[in-house]
């Protein structure tokens, strides 16, 4: 079996008809336009484990947040380097509290640096397509109360081609492809991107080349990337939105279970976030469809019960 059967083979055992479906709703999708005053949702994302999602995350939001805006960051990650952690915070409740009804979702919510709320995901995703129909409901109910108060709601996922990560990868406005110079790094990126170019019909993905020591590093990075997609992939748009340093005192501020540009403001690391979020912040929104909150939330439940 090659590389590319072997993958299809696990989406298809792994991922439920709303992903499969995806690519026939995205086949209209309606890209470049701006859209005002609606939450920005994007995903940030790997195949490789361990490559600085959650860091990324963490970072780009406080960046965010200083920018002046509201930031809401869902934990999406089942692994052990969650968010919560990285921040210093002890969640008592997760979303899995949400979904069985006993908390609502602001009681769960927790307060990070910068105001920034968490969304505490928890064992909540051991797995999206299993939920019931009224758990869904539910969880709808509890997000569309929060649509006033999100500016962006970055999605910190686990790494890899499991059916959880690719649901919320497809349900995000925009999607963050997190890469390193290590190869195996960057063929999991290929690998992913394929999936979700091939089988699910996503055609844009940006890039953020993380832990490298110039920008030549990270340029390579994304030239290795861009050609392979060329050669093999139809119509996929991958842009390189620059990169993060390599920094030890990121790795010391995650030893302190703080954020880096909370701990050190100044250094290399946490001026790559702060540039970062600002090109983003200033960037066309580049959606499909609707591109919202609500739009996040129809892809994410997989029904069609909120009117646009
Ligand atoms: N720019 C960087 N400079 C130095 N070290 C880094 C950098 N980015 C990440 N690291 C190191 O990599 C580790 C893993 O980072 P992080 O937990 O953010 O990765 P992840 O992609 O979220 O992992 P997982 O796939 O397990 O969720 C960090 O604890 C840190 O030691
Ligand atoms: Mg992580």
């Known amino acids: 079996m090659d590389q590319a059967s072997g993958l299809r083979k696990i989406v298809n055992e792994k991922a439920s008809d709303l992903v499969r479906n995806r690519v026939l709703e995205s086949s209209d999708a309606i890209i470049g336009d701006v859209i005002v005053n609606s939450p920005r949702v994007i995903a940030i994302t790997s195949g490789k484990g361990g490559v600085g999602k ?5 970072n780009l939001a406080i960046a965010f947040a200083m920018l002046g805006h509201k930031v809401f960051i869902l934990d999406a990650d089942l692994g052990l380097a969650n968010i919560d952690i990285i921040f210093g915070l002890y969640p008592k409740y997760n979303l899995n509290h949400v979904i069985k009804g006993e908390k609502s979702l602001s009681e769960i919510l927790i307060e990070g640096p910068c105001g920034i709320k968490i969304i505490p995901g928890g064992s909540g995703f051991s797995d999206i397509a299993n939920l019931t129909e009224g758990q869904k409901l539910n969880l709808l109910s509890e997000f569309e109360a929060l649509d006033n108060e999100i500016d962006i709601l970055l999605i910190d996922t686990g790494a890899g081609i499991s059916s959880n990560v690719l649901y919320f990868n497809l349900a995000a406005e925009e999607c963050i492809i997190v890469a390193t110079l290590e190869p195996t ?5 290929y690998a992913m991107i394929k999936v979700m170019s091939t089988q699910y019909n996503m055609k844009y993905f940006k890039l953020l080349v993380n832990n490298v020591f110039s920008v030549k590093e990270a340029k ?8 392979v997609i060329d050669k093999f992939l139809n119509d996929v748009i991958i842009e390189y939105i620059g990169f993060i340093p390599s920094d030890e005192k990121l ?3 995650v030893l302190n279970r703080k954020a880096v540009l909370e701990l050190f403001p100044d250094t290399c690391s946490s001026k790559g976030f702060t540039d970062i979020a600002t090109a983003i912040d200033s960037s066309p929104r580049r959606h499909e469809t609707d591109g919202n909150l609500k739009f996040f939330l129809n892809r994410f439940i997989g029904l069609g019960l909120i009117e646009k």
């Not at 959650?54 to 963490?58: E, K, L, M, P």
């Not at 390579?220 to 050609?227: D, F, G, I």
Request: aromatic share 4%.
């Open 185 to 189: 790094a960057i063929t999991d990126a």
């Open 54 to 58: 959650t860091n990324i995350a963490g």
């Open 251 to 253: 790795k010391t501020a």
């Open 220 to 227: 390579s990075v994304y030239l290795t990337l861009s050609k």
